[in-house]
């Protein structure tokens, strides 16, 4: 019998709201998903992350990245175009998780190629059946490409 190794899921959340962190954080230590949860705070941690750049030089490649748009130095919109345009990254899937329902954004998001778009809950037990949704989607049904 062959022992199979399963990997943990890599998940970058680029995320300035410490509240949100924390949410998606305990959402993900109550789920089924063995995953290692990577936080950047703005758009140029989450580039240099992404580009193994400064202290993130051994960061491991995500599986799925969870964006917000609206980020301190580069937004989010930034970060996907960056994301989407380098033949090395495009294939990660990006995944909008913002507060912003404005159609603009919306539109302009998948204009950029982001996976999906989708606006957070205000509520902490919808929000946590949000990630829960998203974890059990993308790493359940969904095939992702090897890292």
Not at 1 to 26: F, G, R, S
Not at 77 to 106: F, G, M, N, W, Y
């Amino acid at each position: 019998m062959t022992n199979i190794i399963i990997k943990p899921a890599e998940i970058l959340l680029v995320e300035d709201n410490e509240a949100d962190v924390d949410l998606v954080k305990e959402t993900l230590n109550r789920g089924k998903l063995t995953a290692h949860l990577h936080v950047t705070r703005n758009g140029e941690e989450a580039i240099a992350f992404l580009k193994h750049q400064d202290i993130y030089i051994n960061a491991p490649r995500p599986d799925i990245i969870l964006l917000d748009l609206n980020l301190p130095k580069k937004d989010g919109r930034e970060v996907l175009h960056e994301i989407k345009e380098d033949p090395d990254l495009c294939q990660i899937p990006v995944i909008i998780l913002t507060s912003s329902p404005a159609d603009e954004d919306i539109s302009k998001s998948y204009l950029l190629h982001a996976n999906c778009y989708i606006i957070k809950p205000l509520d902490f037990k919808s929000f946590m059946i949000v990630i829960q949704q998203l974890s059990d989607f993308w790493f359940s049904l969904v095939t992702l490409p090897k890292r």
